[in-house]
């Protein structure tokens, strides 16, 4: 008897930084999400298919790290993750190694109780511990919540990762593809440059900088010929003249190893020659503003 195709929306979540956008390339085999040892890497949350021919189709929603608002962009970044809950008819739930659960996820583990859907625990990271020390980890866990699977992995390894995709579709529901079998995401061409040029800027930049920096892509042109290539005009948007000045380093240095960085990554994923050219402006508490925290492209599904 051939098996019913599933489908489903599977949310990732998770405190910030513990592994949500690794697990989730890892798992679509190519990089969409971007990362980095940096709290809040993840604002929107994003979209990634992944397809077997066979057994269904998983639609995985990777969100914002579950933390205390404090700013508008926090405020959004907190409803996406909680809205993404309603939506999902699975739930992963990673956590770090530890036998201490603090409140930041007992505070998540209140949410999943008005969610409605099973919830998978994916306990990441497990390659920085000692292999005995994870099944006290389980035990902790499993004596506050009835999760429906526990699984212990490495996303960053990718150890332990292929069991995941089964497990997922024991859970789904029968239903249509919702995408293309090539598709990967959902998200625009534009709006993966703009996420590769903060990530490279994450990378590059002291902690103090980062949080407060969106990109805004003003140009994106394809010419075509004998090489082709694509002309992309961006602009790092920051709070402070302080760290203007620290973005743009002494000389121009730090703007160039960012843009020199990001262009390597955007050539990757376009296919084409990438002439990158980067500017920086200051929008003063930008995080705490509803309009420019949209036009910077932070907006719910239904904007």
Request: charged residues 25%; neutral net charge; contains cysteine.
């Amino acid at each position: 008897m051939q098996e019913q195709f599933k489908s489903g929306f599977v949310a990732l979540i998770g405190r910030p930084n513990v592994g949500k956008s690794t697990l989730m390339n890892q798992l679509i085999g190519q990089k969409i999400a971007i990362t980095s040892n940096k709290p809040q890497t993840t604002r929107n949350r994003i979209r990634t298919v992944y397809t077997d021919p066979k057994k269904g189709q998983i639609i995985f929603l990777d969100t914002p790290g579950m933390h205390r608002a404090k700013n508008k962009l926090g405020e959004f970044m907190v409803e996406t993750a909680q809205s993404t809950l309603r939506d999902a008819d699975l739930i992963l739930w990673l956590v770090e190694p530890s036998e201490r659960i603090g409140g930041g996820d007992r505070h998540i583990i209140e949410q999943l109780k008005n969610a409605g859907a099973p919830v998978i625990l994916v306990i990441n990271k497990i390659d920085t511990v000692e292999h005995d020390e994870v099944y006290g980890v389980i035990e902790a866990y499993r004596g506050l919540y009835d999760f429906a699977e526990v699984v212990p992995l490495s996303a960053l390894r990718g150890k332990n990762c292929g069991i995941l995709p089964d497990l997922i579709f024991r859970y789904l529901p029968e239903g249509p593809a919702y995408f293309d079998e090539d598709t990967v995401t959902d998200q625009p061409q534009r709006q993966i440059v703009a996420e590769i040029i903060r990530e490279k800027a994450l990378h590059a930049l002291s902690d103090e900088v980062p949080h407060g920096i969106a990109v805004a892509i003003d140009r994106m042109k394809f010419s075509g010929g004998k090489k082709p290539i694509c002309d992309i005009d961006a602009t790092l948007i920051c709070e402070k003249n302080s760290h203007k000045g620290i973005i743009i380093g002494k000389g121009g240095a730090m703007l160039k190893k960012i843009g020199s960085n990001a262009r390597y990554e955007c050539e990757h994923l376009l296919g084409v020659q990438v002439n990158l050219k980067l500017w920086v402006k200051v929008k003063k508490d930008w995080r705490d503003s509803d309009y420019l925290v949209r036009n910077f492209g932070y907006r719910s599904d239904g904007e």
